[in-house]
């Protein structure tokens, strides 16, 4: 019984898988994203991400781990070649195939601010002729976490409620100070201001007829 083996075997035997395997890493390090099937894709992330983990430590041990589970010996040896000499073929290889030098200077260091998750799977619309087979990229994860973190909005960016608004427009809208009475113009007077102007014109009025009432009794 196989319980709790979840290794999926690809209709190949375990020799057969585990070299298929590194060699579709080899290739996801050199080119940096392959096109495989989806069950192939899913299989190969497993084996790249344990490789990025050996490669953020570091060590002379884990680059040996790394060269025996990608199958990547180092060579030594480059003869000279159509007039090339071989320690010029030999920087060149180490430049562009030497995968456990990429892995480890080049890929795990952009990786140091992140716990997991270094590859991404893509899947590609429609399926391949012949067996119908579900493509997909495979592919390393090249956005930083600062981009996400700005990508994902904040609190304080999201609009206020309608009810907030509307008791700021009310504060807006009421005077932010009164002015003095002095101040004021003579429409906007208080309602004892104007009694006390109209009781003095009565006033002036009763003397008025009080003075042509004499008058007229002294003639």
């Known amino acids: 019984m196989r319980h709790r083996v979840r290794t999926a075997k ?3 035997t375990g020799e057969h898988r585990n070299a298929m395997l590194a060699n579709m890493v080899r290739s ?4 940096n994203e392959i096109v495989t099937t989806l069950a192939k894709a899913k299989a190969a992330r497993v084996v790249a991400e344990k490789m990025v983990t050996l490669g953020k430590r570091g060590t002379l041990h884990h680059r040996r781990l ?7 010996p180092q060579r030594r040896f480059f003869p000279r070649t159509k007039g090339v000499p071989g320690k010029q073929l030999r920087e060149q290889w180490r430049k562009e195939h030497d995968v456990v030098r990429i892995l480890f200077d ?4 952009s990786f140091q601010d992140r716990n997991g998750g270094y590859t991404r ?5 429609g399926a391949r002729r012949g067996d119908a087979a579900q493509m997909a990229i495979l592919k390393w ?3 930083p976490l600062e981009e996400q973190a700005k990508a994902v909005p904040t609190p304080a960016a999201e609009p206020a409620p309608a009810q907030d608004n509307a008791g700021v427009t009310a504060q807006a809208t009421e005077p932010a100070e ?3 009475a002095a101040e004021k113009p003579a429409a906007e007077a208080p309602a004892e201001e104007s009694a006390e102007t109209t009781k003095a ?3 002036a009025a009763a003397e008025e007829s009080g003075d042509t009432d004499e008058a007229g009794e002294k003639k």
């Open 10 to 12: 690809l209709g190949r």
């Open 28 to 31: 996801l390090i050199e080119k």
């Open 66 to 72: 790394a060269a025996a589970r990608l199958r990547a």
């Open 106 to 109: 080049v890929i795990a260091p």
């Open 121 to 125: 799977i893509i899947k590609i619309a």
């Open 141 to 143: 994860v090249d956005e």
């Open 178 to 180: 009164e002015t003095p």
């Open 201 to 203: 014109e009565a006033e």
